[in-house]
């Protein structure tokens, strides 16, 4: 059991026969009253995000998640398919558990597969990922990082605001916590 008070990002507890991992956790003062946790939790089963108060002496079970290294093949109708690095066993997870990380993942792009007991649950992503731009605005000529900034289309359809000296084509680090612009990737650089 964990309280409440020591729940943290990332963290994944059960509730109710819910799997719930914390997106993000506060605390809370209110003028008058006793201090609260401020959640916003995400129900790894069906999907849902609900934002919530708790006590922070309020217990819950806090679960064990673990990963194993596992490649994203491909995507076939409404599930994406995994290949464990280990035994070269294949997992389907449908596409509406992990849509948000679909934004971010190539196919044979290495991830960690999350699982609680036997159930595969979701999907770890690097810290940063390397994606092409596919669509932006025209390069202004004289542009500097401290502007403004525009929209900027990936390859996976993920939209993120890039400087204005970004050009179609460039390949980006892309911080796949937060969903930003980290910087040209190496690799582009390297050939430049």
Same mark, same amino acid.
């Given at each position: #059991? &964990?309280?409440?008070?020591? =729940?943290?990002?990332?963290? +994944?507890?059960?509730?109710?026969?819910?799997? &719930?991992?914390?997106?993000?956790?506060?605390?809370?003062?209110?003028?008058?009253?006793?201090?609260?946790?401020? #959640?916003? =939790?995400?129900?790894?089963?069906?999907?849902?995000?609900?934002?919530? +108060?708790?006590?922070?002496?309020?217990?819950?079970?806090?679960? &064990?998640?673990? +990963?194993?290294?596992? @490649? %994203? =093949?491909?995507?076939?109708?409404?599930?994406?398919?995994?290949?464990? #690095?280990?035994? %070269?066993?294949?997992?389907?997870?449908?596409?509406?558990?992990? @849509?948000?990380? #679909?934004?971010?993942?190539?196919?044979?792009?290495?991830?960690?597969?999350?699982?609680?007991? !036997?159930?595969?649950?979701?999907? /770890? =992503?690097?810290?940063?990922?390397?994606?092409?731009?596919?669509? /932006?605005?025209?390069?202004?000529?004289?542009? +500097?990082?401290?502007? *403004?900034?525009? *929209?900027?289309?990936?390859?996976?359809?993920?939209?993120?605001?890039?400087?204005?000296?970004?050009?179609?084509?460039?390949?980006?680090?892309?911080?796949?916590?937060?969903?930003?612009? @980290? !910087?040209?990737? !190496?690799?582009?650089?390297?050939?430049?």
């Amino acid at each position: #059991m &964990i309280e409440a008070i020591n =729940l943290k990002a990332g963290m +994944t507890f059960e509730q109710n026969g819910k799997l &719930i991992k914390v997106l993000s956790a506060e605390h809370h003062k209110p003028g008058k009253g006793n201090t609260v946790m401020r #959640m916003k =939790l995400y129900d790894l089963r069906s999907g849902a995000t609900v934002e919530k +108060t708790m006590r922070p002496e309020e217990k819950v079970e806090q679960a &064990i998640v673990e +990963t194993k290294d596992a @490649q %994203y =093949l491909y995507t076939q109708g409404d599930v994406a398919v995994f290949m464990d #690095m280990e035994t %070269y066993e294949q997992y389907e997870i449908p596409t509406a558990t992990i @849509q948000n990380e #679909m934004k971010f993942m190539l196919e044979n792009m290495n991830v960690k597969i999350d699982y609680f007991n !036997s159930e595969v649950i979701g999907v /770890t =992503l690097p810290n940063t990922v390397q994606l092409k731009v596919a669509e /932006t605005e025209p390069s202004i000529k004289g542009a +500097t990082v401290a502007g *403004s900034g525009k *929209s900027a289309t990936m390859e996976t359809g993920l939209v993120v605001t890039v400087p204005d000296f970004i050009k179609e084509g460039e390949v980006l680090d892309i911080n796949t916590q937060k969903g930003t612009y @980290q !910087s040209r990737a !190496s690799k582009y650089n390297d050939e430049n």
